[in-house]
């Protein structure tokens, strides 16, 4: 094994603000959070959903409230969860004041989309008397002045970012105004580069946390790697306090995704198996990637951080053995298994599996929720 690293991201401090008891910004790590995708009003599938989500990891559920029927079902919800509950509000500032009611731990607002003051400061003064916190979210869907006209031309020969960033600015009068000062800001793009540029604009001029994400990522093939590119950036600058990655899809897989961002940044400490796998190669004389899946999924339930290296052959495979706790070196027909870089035995190709989730879970016994120390929270 390797010394460990240096921590290369030095996180930039922000105010904390309590969201229903986790904490976002001052000294807490970055916060995974996702949104649900079922229709609010079936509070029986969003509270599955949301279970699902703080299994895979979620901190805090976001849920879509257009209806009254949504904002209806939230006091069941809001009991219910296992974590605190953020109301999504577009439009309806009415929504945002029955979502308080029924006891959210904060609501999400877009400043596209309601720009009346006086609503906004009634949902302000809800908010600072329920002592919930506000996300103020501007998206580059909804900066641009949408009627045709002077104000319109002057908006698009802006740089978006910077236009971003000024509307938000626009917004939060009202809320500084209102000495409100429980804020979550964003700013989202579904342009990698220009939520980057965004957020970085942001982090240099106000010190509420930052909550970060990339909208209409699209598929979970370009959501994921348009999130991690833009989200990675930003990370590693030490921008944002807590992020949603989303993607066209099972919300699951945007926690799962959320998480292997974090835990590969050092962010967060990794639960589970780091899988490590040969990318395969003319090397290779085995069907390696269908042993890998079946590794995956067998051992995905699996709580305790263990490093997992499926190698391909003798070049890499031994080295990568070194450093893994349970690994497999591949050759054409065998493969040698491998515990903390010790050789263990050599098991035939069609016991590969079968062998790796063994020594595995005999080691997850052994040591019962051991953690990763390569975690750099701060
Ligand atoms: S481990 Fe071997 S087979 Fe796999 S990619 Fe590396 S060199 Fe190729």
């Known amino acids: 094994m390797f010394g460990m690293e240096p921590p290369v991201i030095t996180r930039r401090r922000t105010r904390a603000v309590d969201v229903g ?9 970055v916060r995974i959070q996702s949104m649900t995708n079922t229709l609010t009003r079936d509070t029986d599938a969003t509270l599955t959903q949301v279970r699902a989500l703080v299994v895979a990891g979620a901190e805090l559920v976001r849920v879509a409230v257009p209806t009254k029927a949504d904002t209806k079902a939230l006091t069941e919800i809001v009991a219910a969860s296992p974590v605190p509950i953020i109301a999504d509000v577009h439009f309806h500032f009415a929504r945002a004041l029955e979502a308080i009611t029924a006891g959210v731990a904060k609501i999400r607002l877009n400043p596209g989309n309601i720009s009346d ?25 909804s900066v641009v002045q949408r009627h045709t006209g002077p104000q319109r031309q002057a908006d698009l020969a802006r740089p978006l970012h910077e236009l971003m960033a000024d509307k938000l600015a626009e917004y939060l009068e009202v809320f500084t105004e209102a000495g409100f000062d429980s804020l979550i800001l964003s700013a989202k793009s579904h342009d990698a580069v220009t939520t980057v540029a965004a957020n970085r604009l942001l982090a240099g001029r106000w010190d509420w946390p930052l909550h970060l994400g990339v909208t209409h ?19 590693c600058e030490g921008i944002g306090q807590t992020i949603r990655i989303s993607y066209t899809g099972d919300p699951v897989a945007e926690v799962l995704a959320a998480r292997e961002l974090l835990a590969s940044l050092r962010l967060r400490v990794r639960k589970g198996i780091d899988l490590v796998a040969c990318p395969t190669c003319g090397r290779l004389e085995m069907d390696l990637a269908p042993i890998v899946e079946r590794v995956r999924v067998a051992l995905a339930d699996v ?17 990568e053995a070194e450093s893994a706790d349970v690994a497999i070196c591949a050759g054409r027909d065998k493969a040698v298994l491998y515990r903390r870089g010790q050789k263990v035995r050599t098991v035939p190709a069609g016991r590969i599996v079968e062998a790796v989730v063994a020594e595995v879970k005999k080691l997850a016994d052994k040591e019962p929720g051991r953690q990763s120390d390569q975690a750099q929270v701060n």
């Open 217 to 235: 990522a699209g598929t979970a093939q370009t959501g994921a790697i348009r999130s991690a590119a833009a989200l990675g950036a930003l990370l």
């Open 117 to 141: 003051r006086d609503q906004v400061r009634r949902v302000i003064d809800a908010a600072g008397a329920a002592g919930v916190a506000i996300r103020v979210g501007v998206n580059e869907g």
């Open 303 to 319: 709580s305790e951080s263990i490093t997992v290296a499926i190698m391909g052959c003798v070049v890499n495979g031994p080295g």
């Open 21 to 29: 008891g986790v904490v976002i910004g001052g000294d807490a790590p």
